[in-house]
Nanobody, 118 residues
Framework: QVQLVESGGGLVQPGGSLRLSCAAS????????MGWYRQAPGKQRELVAS???????NYAASVKGRFSISRDNPKNPVYLQMNNLKPDDTAVYYC????????????WGQGTLVTVSS
């Protein structure tokens, strides 16, 4: 089993920055890619950014150029640096890990709230 714990959320003004962190424990070789999802009130959960074991990254169009995903080593931890934040970025952000068995994001953190407001 894999446990993911996020930290770093909070309240920030538009144009500000936050860095989210995700620490994994347990069977860390059960997953390869990791990603950050978010879910805003009344909206579906969406993939914001992902990073593979090899370090390849992918971003949603809405955050490209503002957000950056990184990791210290191929497994742990993973970060999401968020710059020039906008009110539309307000959401609960979830860390997720992709199962090596299924290829799907099977492991999830509990989420951390990011609120962008003046």
């Amino acid at each position: 089993q894999v446990q993911l714990v996020e930290s770093g959320g909070g309240l920030v003004q538009p144009g500000g920055s936050l860095r989210l962190s995700c620490a994994a424990s347990g069977s860390i070789f059960s997953f390869n890619a990791m990603g950050w999802y978010r879910q805003a009130p009344g909206k579906q959960r969406e993939l914001v950014a992902s990073i593979t074991d090899g370090g390849s990254t992918n971003y949603a169009a809405s955050v490209k150029g503002r957000f950056s995903i990184s990791r210290d080593n191929p497994k742990n931890p993973v970060y999401l640096q968020m710059n020039n934040l906008k009110p539309d970025d307000t959401a609960v952000y979830y860390c997720a890990a992709q199962s090596t068995m299924t290829g799907r994001y099977e492991y999830w953190g509990q989420g951390t709230l990011v609120t962008v407001s003046s």
